[in-house]
């Protein structure tokens, strides 16, 4: 019955070349005061419209996440990532409290590596 918060990657169904930060509540009640950070920092590379590479802007806390709620904003493209040297792995400190359960802490590991042997094209 608790909340069960999740850091994740995911592909844009419609363009697999589109990478998404998610996190998401898997859980049955609200998650509240949900706070991640990334080690290393996220970063995008530098896309078709010439925005430079840099880090990925991320809100410092999500005060309410509800069952099945997310959050959701684009990456980047893997198209640009391949050829880039950023980092494929990350790791996330999370924590958020629920209302019956207290606080839960965890930690998850994105990793951006299995993504080029999808549907990326490779130069």
Do not use: C
């Not at 844009?12 to 509540?25: A, K, S």
């Not at 309410?64 to 050829?83: C, I, M, N, Y």
Request: charged share 25%; aromatic share 14%; glycine share 6%.
């Amino acid at each position: 019955m608790r909340p069960y918060v999740a850091v994740l990657v995911e592909q844009d169904p419609n363009n697999r070349q589109h990478i998404y930060f998610v996190v998401r509540n898997f859980g049955q009640s609200p998650a509240r005061d949900v706070k991640f950070d990334l080690d290393p920092p996220a970063w995008h590379s530098e896309d078709a419209a010439g925005r430079p590479a840099g880090p990925l802007e991320l809100p410092t806390e999500l005060w309410f996440l509800p069952p099945g709620g997310e959050f959701r904003t684009f990456w980047d493209s893997g198209l640009h990532r391949a050829d880039s040297d950023l980092p494929d792995r990350h790791t996330v400190n999370l924590t958020y409290r629920s209302d019956e359960f207290g606080t839960h802490t965890e930690q998850h590991v994105l990793d951006l590596s299995f993504l080029p042997f999808t549907t990326w094209a490779r130069n």
